[in-house]
């Protein structure tokens, strides 16, 4: 119910997930990322670019199994290690939400690295955050694994996720729930419809952002899957506006079935669109606007990811 939802985000309102980048000014009204192991690079005005990850990865020809087999154990062990110091160590929700900073700081630059993942996050002045009172829903369309890793190092402070609840029999579905990631029971239309009407509610009194993936899973091959309704639903009732998040390139990595390819030289793009106004949204035009985000989607995609055409 309501209190159960507001006692597991509650304490993650003020940890959130928090980003390791360093930034460092580079000349006058100028501004760059310090990535690990290379230079500051300049981002035009500083306000609307940024990138992380790595600059110096693993040679092409170090085997591709290698690269997945050295990632996936040390995310398994990544894993075990938060989980057990949640349990043992740090039973209070706030301090577990804390120990998934902790899980990505040392997870993401295993992969980064293993993967030459570089990110690239455009369009940041767009974020929402809880200094400004801004909550916002944040759209994702969802093609990797990676998803998890690289929304959580770019989206605001403050904002928790929702997913599918068979993705608590996941090891990542775990420390998802310690960041304060709400489950939803898709199986059952009632307790669907609660769980959504509950959040709603912490948008509003406690100006907590969602990040919502409107295709409900993976897509197999990268290519955008129709929209479900439930994500432009919440963020009409709430009366919040939503930011769709365009996330390119991360299938061709790690993708939904298959362990990936070998070093990738152009960087995932995570690029915020323009907000999207809902307080003139209806139930009678929820559809409509459905369909005009799933358009918008499309349109800034790349041709590998976009729906192939019916012949």
């Known amino acids: 119910g309501v209190l159960e939802l507001l006692h597991l985000a509650g304490g993650n309102v003020t940890a959130g997930v928090a980003s390791v980048r360093e930034r460092m000014e ?9 990535e690990p192991g290379g230079k500051v690079e300049p981002v035009g005005d500083g306000l609307d670019v940024e990138y992380y990850g790595c600059r110096t990865p693993l040679p092409s020809f170090v085997p591709q199994f290698f690269r997945f087999a050295v990632c996936f154990t040390w995310f398994l062990t990544c894993v075990a290690c938060t989980l ?25 630059p295993s992969v980064f690295f293993m993967y030459g993942i570089r990110i690239k996050v455009l ?8 200094e400004e009172n801004r909550p916002v829903v944040y759209l994702a369309n969802h093609s990797s694994t990676l998803d998890f890793v690289t929304c959580s190092r770019s989206l605001s402070t403050g904002t928790i996720a929702i997913a599918k609840r068979a993705l608590l029999l996941h090891p990542l579905g775990w420390v998802a729930w310690l960041n304060g990631t709400v489950f939803i029971d898709r199986s059952n239309r009632q ?4 769980s959504m009407n509950s959040i709603s509610g912490l948008l509003r ?10 295709e409900g899973t993976r897509s197999r091959d990268g290519r955008l ?8 639903h919440l963020a009409m009732q709430a009366g919040v506006p939503i930011v769709p998040v365009v996330i ?10 298959g362990y990936s390819i070998a070093c990738n030289e152009d960087p995932i793009e995570i690029e915020f669109l323009d907000p999207i106004d809902t307080s003139a949204w209806t139930a ?18 790349g041709e590998d990811q976009r729906p192939k055409k019916e012949e």
Do not use: D
Request: aromatic share 10%; hydrophobic share 45%.
């Open 26 to 34: 580079v000349g006058k009204g100028k501004r760059g990322v310090l």
């Open 84 to 108: 057990a110091l949640s349990v043992f160590l740090l039973p209070r929700r706030r301090w577990r939400a804390r120990l998934v900073k902790i899980f990505i700081v040392a997870f993401a």
């Open 123 to 130: 369009g940041t002045r767009h974020r929402g955050s809880l």
């Open 191 to 194: 307790k669907a419809i609660k």
């Open 205 to 214: 009194e406690y100006g907590i952002s969602v990040c919502v993936f409107p």
């Open 225 to 232: 899957q129709p929209f479900k309704k439930g994500a432009m």
């Open 248 to 257: 390119r390139g991360a299938h061709k990595i790690w993708g939904k079935f």
């Open 284 to 301: 009678e035009t929820l559809a409509k606007h459905t369909e005009e985000l799933h358009a918008l989607f499309v349109q800034n995609l």
